[in-house]
């Protein structure tokens, strides 16, 4: 049965539908082994798209449609700001000190501030572009060694995109960045929010006794370890690059915040910096590599659509005479593959968590205080209310849309989430995305090995606060247009 019971009038509110209870685990076992962002738009079928769930002592609600996702993230903006406390951010950030989990209030505007004004703005992000142009022409140099032969596309773009952010924020030669890269991947797996440590936060006896917190503080005792080597390495090297200089990296820009910045209302501490860090390695390369790795595998699936962004790209580039990133500008086609690719697989799929201040009234249903909010982007974004055809890879379904749809006001798409905590990493994040597709497309034609057709690519996802593929995608490549040595 369908509960579509928006806009319930009610005198004495009460919490919105849910499946029924069982007592201390509230609706975990509702939730099973499948993926969350799945199991959670079958049960808003069901209960609608403003659900109660109970996990463990959690109360949670979980939005499911636009109209539902515009009341939390622009009508009641401010209320839902806050992020839930999450034990694996407590402990590696010594106390939530990074932007991502950070209360609503004057630490995080401030650095929010500084992530925006500072270290993502459309500025800072044009002048990582020769960084970006280098790591890539590597990555395809490295392709180009194995054409005719089958390679695993999905770790190598996720290695280009760690690489770009290593050295977009640690700068050219830092010997501390794989093992930074690895720590990253172990931290973003421990945060994910379904452990059952934040399932149960009273209880200080979980996380001991399953292991985690012991896990979360070895973690941390590295990143310390690591940040420290990197910050330190930084301090040697002061006066070696100048404000606006091509090799003034993120820390860099960080370091010379602390001291010249605002440091009357706003001292930024190394604690802070090392957060800021981790905020900029865990929101910035899965996310982008994960949208790469989906639109290559959606062009494969689609043949027609992978042979008209190349023929785009091929034209534009035959016509401009040089193969970059600024060509993004003429590629109608491809910018519409890339936000079909976020509507059907946007990175984060749930977003991230918010959690409500006080108390409020959304759709005549009580929403509590202190109640956790999922946004379940990935049902919006195929909605068969607002999305015609929802399940198909379409992207000319976007030809007509005439705003900037990701700025998050359109709450039918919402792949960077919306309103106040909006990703403030968008114009960084899509950079990554476009260039290495541009290259990919262009250098390469790409077919499936072992003989496989189109239809037996496999499209199952696996679960993380990332959904990547479960089946890294091999595919073969053969020279287009040769590589320049
Ligand atoms: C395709 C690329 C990306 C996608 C799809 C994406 C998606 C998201 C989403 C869904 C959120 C949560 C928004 C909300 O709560 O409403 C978010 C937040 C965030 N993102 Fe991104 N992101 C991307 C790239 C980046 C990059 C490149 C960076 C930094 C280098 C970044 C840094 C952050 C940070 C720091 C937050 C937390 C903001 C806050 O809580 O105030 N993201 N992102």
Partial sequence: MLLRLSKRKCSNPCLPPGPWKLPII??????????????LRELA????????????????????????AK?????????????PYLFASSVICNGATNLTFAPYGDYWRRLRKICSMELLSPMRVQSFTSTREEEVLKFIKSISEHVGSPIDLSQRIFSLT???TARVAFGKKCKHQESFIALVKEASAAASGFNVSDLYPSSTM???LTGFKAKLEKIRGRFEEITGNIIEE??????????????????????????????QTFPLSIANIKAVILDIFSGGSETSSTAVEWAMSEMLKHPRILEKAQTEIREVV???????????????????????????HPPAPLLLPRESRERCEINGYEIPAKTKVIVNAWAIGRDPIWWKDPE???????????????????FEYIPFGGGRRVCPGMSFGLANVELPLIKLLYHFDWKLPDGMTSEDLDMNETSGVTVRRKANLNLIPTAYHPVPA
Avoid at 26 to 39: A, D, F, M, T
Avoid at 326 to 331: A, K, M, P, S, V
């Fill in 162 to 164: 760690y690489g770009i």
């Fill in 26 to 39: 509230g609706n975990i076992h509702h939730l099973g082994s499948c993926l969350p962002h799945q199991r």
């Fill in 206 to 208: 979980l996380p001991l």
């Fill in 234 to 263: 930084h301090q040697a090297k002061k006066g070696e690059t100048n404000v606006g200089d091509v090799d003034e990296d993120l820390v860099d820009v960080l370091l010379r915040y602390q001291e010249h910045g605002d440091v």
């Fill in 318 to 344: 035959t016509r401009r005479g040089r193969v970059d990133g600024t060509c993004i500008q003429e590629l109608v086609f491809l910018k519409l593959v890339i936000k079909e690719t976020l509507r059907l």
């Fill in 71 to 83: 009341e939390v993230m622009k009508t009641h903006d401010v209320n839902f700001s806050d992020r």
């Fill in 45 to 68: 079928k069901t209960y609608g798209p403003l659900m109660h769930l109970q996990l463990g002592e959690l109360s949670v609600m979980v939005v499911s449609s636009p109209e539902t």
């Fill in 392 to 410: 198909r890879f379409h992207p000319e379904r976007f030809l007509s849309s005439s705003t900037d749809c990701y700025k998050g006001l359109n």
